[in-house]
C-alpha cells in the first residue's frame, strides 16, 4: 500500500521561505515519478513542480520558476519543495502525488496522493 505523508507547511511572512517533505512509503520509491500539486481556495489543483524518477529531470509551473526547487531522496523515500521569495498567491494546500512513471506532469498520470500540507503567505 502507498501512502504519502506531508509535512513542513505552515504561516510564513511574504519573502519567506519554507521547505516542504513528503515521505513515501513504497519499496520501489525509485521507479515513481513524483510531484507536488497545489490547490487554493476555489480553484482547480495545478502542478507546482515535477521530478523524474532519477531525479534528474525536472519541471516547474512558470509562477513559480526560480523561486521553488524540487529534490529527491531514493535512499531515504523522501521528497522536497524549497520554496523561497513566498507570495501571497503561493497560498494553497500543497500536495505530494506519485505515478508509476518515468516522468509526469498530468494531474490525471498521478495514482497516489497525500493528504495536503497548508501553506500560508501573509502580505
Same mark, same amino acid.
Request: net charge positive; charged share 20%.
Given at each position: ?11 510564513? @511572512? #511574504?519573502? *519567506?521561505?519554507? %521547505?516542504?517533505?513528503? !515521505? $513515501?512509503?513504497? =519499496?520501489?520509491?525509485?521507479?515513481? /515519478?513524483? &510531484?507536488?500539486?497545489? @490547490? #487554493?481556495? *476555489?480553484?482547480? %489543483?495545478?502542478?507546482? !513542480? $515535477?521530478?523524474? =524518477?532519477?531525479?534528474?529531470?525536472? /519541471?516547474? &509551473? ?62
Amino acid at each position: 500500500q502507498v501512502q504519502l505523508v506531508e509535512s513542513g507547511g505552515g504561516l510564513v @511572512q #511574504a519573502g *519567506g521561505s519554507l %521547505r516542504l517533505s513528503c !515521505a $513515501a512509503s513504497m =519499496r520501489t520509491f525509485s521507479t515513481y /515519478a513524483m &510531484a507536488w500539486f497545489r @490547490q #487554493a481556495p *476555489g480553484k482547480e %489543483r495545478e502542478l507546482v !513542480a $515535477a521530478i523524474s =524518477r532519477g531525479g534528474g529531470s525536472t /519541471a516547474y &509551473a512558470d509562477s513559480v520558476k526560480g523561486r521553488f526547487t524540487m529534490s529527491r531522496d531514493n535512499d531515504k523515500n523522501m521528497v522536497y519543495l524549497q520554496m523561497n521569495s513566498l507570495k501571497p498567491e503561493d497560498t494553497a494546500i500543497y500536495f505530494c502525488a506519485a505515478a508509476l512513471r518515468i516522468f509526469a506532469t498530468n494531474q490525471r498520470e498521478f495514482g497516489y496522493w497525500g493528504q495536503g500540507t497548508q501553506v500560508t503567505v501573509s502580505s
